[in-house]
């Protein structure tokens, strides 16, 4: 599904050249699940931001779905980016005093294919997280965990192959990220490629893959052995009041 070989990022702030990733080179095969971690600053985001069509390499190649990203222009990755990923961020990334169900229609907009039942559509995204009885409530009416919920939603509506979360669970208490990881697990369970960042071992450890990051290098890619269901630690914690 990505193949990247020997990827480099130099951001140019004035005089000084920012060398965030220095030869990143992966597989990621459809349907992984795959968490990338790492110290602030190793080049995770950039990465991410890569792989999700929002920003492009300095060198090297990047494949997505056989299409070769790294030669396409603006629209074009405009146009890859609406069809193929759906990106997750840590501060969810929703428009204020925007009802859910909006948010959600938003990236059918640009696809034609399903402008004709977007309403339909968004709505049933929000009832495959869980979130049908909220279609109507804007972000300030959501709770942070409803809010990243609205989000994957929005993420899903187009029904991409790819799904990419950069820190989704960073602004979460514990009983949040893990049914924002339930979520995750079963989109994994549908054939989704899942591609996390986190700083939590505890999320990683939902995943099958972790990659570690340090200094815009990769320093190891291993498998977890015996992955976590985040519906079993769900179970054993605590309901907290809000
Ligand atoms: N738009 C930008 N312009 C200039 N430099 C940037 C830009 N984005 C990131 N950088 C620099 O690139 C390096 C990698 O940043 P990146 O955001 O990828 O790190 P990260 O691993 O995601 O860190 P964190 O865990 O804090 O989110 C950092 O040194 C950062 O300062
Ligand atoms: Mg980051």
Sequence with gaps: MITVSNLHKHYQ??????????????????????????????GKSTFMNILGCLDKPSEGSFTLDGVSVAELDDDELAFIRNRKIGFVFQTFNLIP???????????????????NN??????????????????EHKPNELSGGQQQRVAIARALVNNPPVILGDEPTGNLDTR???EIMELFQDLHAEGKTVIIVTHEEDIARHTERIIRFRDGHIISDQPVENPVAASSILATLPVEED
């Design 97 to 115: 005093r925007r009802p859910a169900y909006r948010q959600v229609m938003l990236p059918l907009m640009y696809n034609p294919d399903f402008n």
């Design 176 to 178: 949040t990220s893990e």
């Design 118 to 135: 977007a309403e339909e559509r968004a709505r049933s995204a929000l009832e495959r997280v869980g979130l049908g009885n909220r279609a």
């Design 13 to 42: 702030m004035g005089d000084i050249s920012v060398h965030a990733l220095r030869g990143i080179s992966l597989d990621i095969k459809a349907g992984e699940f795959v968490a990338i971690m790492g110290p602030s600053g190793s």
